[in-house]
T-cell receptor, first 111, second 114 residues
Framework: SQQGEEDPQALSIQEGENATMNCSYKTSINNLQWYRQNSGRGLVHLILIRSNEREKHSGRLRVTLDTSKKSSSLLITASRAADTASYFCATDWGSQGNLIFGKGTKLSVKP | DTEVTQTPKHLVMGMTNKKSLKCEQHMGHRAMYWYKQKAKKPPELMFVYSYEKLSINESVPSRFSPECPNSSLLNLHLHALQPEDSALYLC?????????????FGPGTRLTVT
């Protein structure tokens, strides 16, 4: 399976703290994307990092990609209660843009 | 308009019923996707339509039948489902059916098969 693995599976932090989630994958990729899913709802795209990029920022989000280790991390700084959600990495490895999602990290931010 | 809409929000159906899930986007996207998501699991790709042609079918049982009437609409026809098919069904679209584009997801249809 090319499915990514995220760790930790669950993360509980206080508001204002930083949250770091990691993703590992198995095959060569074109790019890696991160998505957020609030409980039982649709996914929201957060950020896309291409295979030739090492780091990308978007607001309070920082994503790194290490293709030699086949891993990525998502850092959310100064977390808020509204960041409570499940976070999935998704690898884009073929020519047709289909994504393979990792197992996800469930983040809980306590006010 | 950056929204993907799905109807219905919830669906309960018996194993002998026939029903359809609908998905619509008006962003001019040329690729549309169906995913199945079981509780506490990641979404799993079922079908991909690119330029209204079925380009990927991930070995989904024939009791699921996709249809793309035009570039804005995507249907999933359901027939003779099993209780294990109960899940959240997500529709998504992207600008192109090629690598490098983010996907926009609808809110999903929560399906229960009794």
């Amino acid at each position: 399976s090319q499915q990514g693995e995220e760790d930790p599976q669950a993360l509980s932090i206080q508001e204002g703290e930083n949250a770091t989630m990691n993703c590992s994958y198995k095959t060569s990729i074109n790019n890696l994307q991160w998505y957020r899913q609030n409980s039982g709802r649709g996914l929201v795209h957060l950020i896309l990092i291409r295979s030739n990029e090492r780091e990308k920022h978007s607001g309070r989000l920082r994503v790194t990609l290490d293709t030699s280790k086949k891993s990525s991390s998502l850092l959310i700084t100064a977390s808020r209660a509204a960041d409570t959600a499940s976070y999935f990495c998704a690898t884009d490895w073929g020519s047709q843009g289909n994504l393979i999602f990792g197992k996800g990290t469930k983040l809980s931010v306590k006010p | 308009d950056t929204e993907v809409t799905q109807t219905p929000k919830h669906l309960v159906m018996g194993m002998t019923n026939k029903k359809s899930l609908k998905c619509e986007q008006h962003m001019g996207h040329r690729a549309m996707y169906w995913y199945k998501q079981k509780a506490k699991k990641p979404p799993e790709l079922m079908f991909v339509y690119s330029y209204e042609k079925l380009s990927i079918n991930e070995s989904v049982p024939s009791r699921f039948s996709p249809e793309c009437p035009n570039s804005s609409l995507l249907n999933l026809h359901l027939h003779a489902l099993q209780p294990e098919d109960s899940a959240l069904y997500l529709c998504a679209s992207s600008q192109r059916g090629t690598s490098g584009y983010e996907q926009y997801f609808g809110p999903g249809t929560r399906l229960t098969v009794t």
